[in-house]
């Protein structure tokens, strides 16, 4: 069985989420008409933040690597959403590519393809695994923790369409983020690839995200009657930096300086007793790295050779060159005084579950995805889609409503998103 | 907890389960193009038969009674499929009118009426219960055995919409099955009507589903290669009975006649030693009444009145005019001495659950859903969407795989048999 959260969910509903109980009728409803003008994204992962005072994303993940840390509950419920997002997206398919992350030594990665190609396997699809990595040169099995074993193999181009030896797919899905580039082999295929090319971290930017983002939660602000600061953190960017060479820490000291005093003057407002901090990461990019807690602004200027180090590289050694600054969203929950951070994971327009990253020896106010740090992941025992309006306020279902609701609000900001930067020759 | 129907399930999985749960890509890819060509309907229930080495469905409902029966460790699947039922029928609906069955003092119908209450709301609707019972003429409470209550309201006609005080709704969904005849209030209003009127009792024959069981039968047969006698059940029709009157004996003698040496045959050929028998039941109409099981054509002649009078007055008083005469599939499935016969939902095209009719006191071959008789539920463990190809053949999920797919193959069949029945001038 899944443990219980002690610590990071007995406390009372809040306001905020009591508000997003109330109103869940209408919220539904909202999201569905919604959906039919913007697609969702196949899959997604949302990094929430629960401050007490505001309950916010904090980071979107469209390839998810988590889907093992999931209650094996719900996978009923992934299996579901995977048929409905098939009938959609591609109703003929039989044959599903999945391309994996390159770094094969990670076996908790390896657990979490395993994982989502169960649940893609038991929607009904042909699964086979095709790698970007130059090392597979042939078809390399991978041994799981558990004794299964994942089967790698070559991809290859023949004219448009990109294959398996004896396998042609319709659907190639993306567990890759891309961080070293858009690979030439997927360039024009005419399969149907997804997420597609552009969503991947070579192009995509956080920045990007939170203005659509900005736009997503004006209008569920307006809709709930509230202040969308209270579902919306505030960011900045800053371009032409490089932290070697010290370019861009003014820019970077500025940012942070404004953004600072506006989060004071909402904390002032809402008489929060807090701290404010942001936090500064690199625009593009994912797993934590080049990444500070900043609490003021004299702190970004004049870092250390490890500083710089540190936050100048990121996944797949792509240098930074742009950052978001973003307010820091403190965080409400532990368990037994270790920081507790919910993943909510989306397959189509669905909720299909999610999981903590519980996190010892970090303060609220710390990045809780960085690198080398091990988290412990805890499912999540009910599911998010069962808020019960009349049932006593600390109701374990209803927190989970509230983190499905702003979680599929980044979702949607997530389609806004690869809309909104569609390449314009395509 | 769901306690395990030890002797019903510890059997191991059979040829033809094995062969389902073998082509399960197949299978899977089949249904998404089926659905494409033709709609499911918003629900379904259908009562299934697993004979060892027959698996079939007998009956089929579109106004499905039993939600309260289901593990409520499934209630997100059936919210999420309704959520996608929604998002295709109407997904600007907000509101949404629910109309019960008339027989406002059996509780356990009551219940199935929370509960899917329960779950529409989940979905994010709004959901108000408008009865067509004359005795409703102002908001009438009924109390539940959990202490909750459920308001029925008089519906009201204004024009092409029907309505409650103060509720216009988007979608009416029918879980009356109208047995009594189409009610003038509901004929020809411009919501979205869900099942169509023409899915109800008063016009539905078993023999038009049973007819396109055959073609989704025949079809889904040679997608595996099999025998489609081993999931479709043999069935007759006899117009122009009337069994107080003693017409039309002659007709029903002779179709059992030759469905038991059809049935025979089949036995032979496969090396089967029960007793076959049939089934005789009015061809419209449920909650069991109007059926007798029979293993001789001379058993359906000369009937005494007490036969005559069970065989001749279905539900809402309606007399028997028509029969199905068909093939009787024995029960293999039995707990503690009791016989147990697994029924199966569905919402859109997702099965969401199922329970056994376990029935204490009745052999193999009798009818489990007769009237005044009191069956225990008991909810399935699992879901029926997860197979494990790899597993032992005694492995409970894909028993219930099996039973999942041929229950979404009379689905299918009821899509088809909807299509074939709208009237022509609608």
Chains 1, 2 share one sequence.
Not at 81 to 88: C, P, W
Not at 176 to 190: F, Q, R, T, V, W
Request: glycine share 6%.
């Amino acid at each position: 069985m899944v443990p219980h959260l002690t610590t990071a969910l007995t406390g009372p509903i809040l306001d905020l989420e009591q508000r997003i109980i109330d109103a869940m009728p209408r919220i539904e409803h909202w999201f569905r008409t919604q959906w039919v003008e913007h697609a969702p994204p196949i899959y997604g992962s949302v990094d929430l933040r629960n401050a007490g005072f505001k309950l916010a994303p904090v980071d979107m993940n469209l390839f998810p690597g988590g889907f093992n840390n999931l209650n094996p509950d719900f996978h009923p419920l992934c299996v579901q959403a995977t048929q409905a997002a098939l009938e959609k997206a591609c109703p003929d398919a039989s044959n599903l590519l999945l391309i994996p992350e390159n770094h094969t030594r990670n076996s908790f990665y390896l657990q979490n393809v395993a994982a989502l190609r169960y649940i893609l396997q038991q929607a009904g699809l042909n699964v086979r695994l095709g790698s970007l990595s130059e090392e597979i040169t042939q078809p390399t099995s991978l041994a799981l923790p558990d004794g299964k074993e994942l089967l790698l193999e070559p991809l290859r181009r023949e004219g448009n369409r990109v294959k398996l030896e004896g396998f042609d797919p319709c659907i190639v899905l993306l567990n890759n983020d891309l961080s070293a580039g858009i690979p030439g082999i997927l360039d024009g295929i005419e399969q149907n690839l997804l997420p597609p090319l552009h969503a991947g971290w070579s192009t995509r930017k956080k920045t990007n995200h939170f203005s659509a983002y900005d736009q997503v939660a004006a209008e569920f602000a307006k809709l709930l009657d509230i202040d969308q600061w209270l579902i919306n953190p505030y960011f900045e960017r800053c371009d032409q930096i490089n932290f070697q060479e010290r370019l861009g820490e003014q820019c970077l000291a500025e940012k942070v300086d404004s953004l600072l005093t506006r989060i004071r003057a909402k904390y002032q407002e809402y008489g929060i007793q807090e701290q404010p901090y942001v936090i500064v990461k690199a625009n593009s990019g994912t797993y934590g790295m080049g990444v500070m807690s900043v609490k003021d602004a004299s702190e970004v200027i004049g870092l250390n050779r490890k500083q710089r180090n540190k936050m100048s590289v990121i996944k797949e050694g792509q240098e930074v060159h742009e950052v978001i600054v973003q307010e820091g969203v403190h965080t409400f929950e532990s368990l037994q005084d270790a920081v507790a951070e919910p993943v909510v994971y989306m397959i189509d327009r669905y909720v299909v579950g999610g999981f903590y990253r519980v996190h010892t020896g970090r303060g609220p106010d710390e990045n809780l995805n960085a690198p080398g740090m091990h988290f412990e992941p805890l499912a999540f025992e009910t599911a998010c889609s069962l808020p019960d309006c009349g049932a006593e306020p600390d109701y374990l279902p209803n927190r989970f409503y509230a983190y499905g609701v702003v979680a599929r609000l980044a979702l949607l900001a997530a389609s806004l998103e690869i809309e909104q930067t569609t390449p314009q020759n395509n």
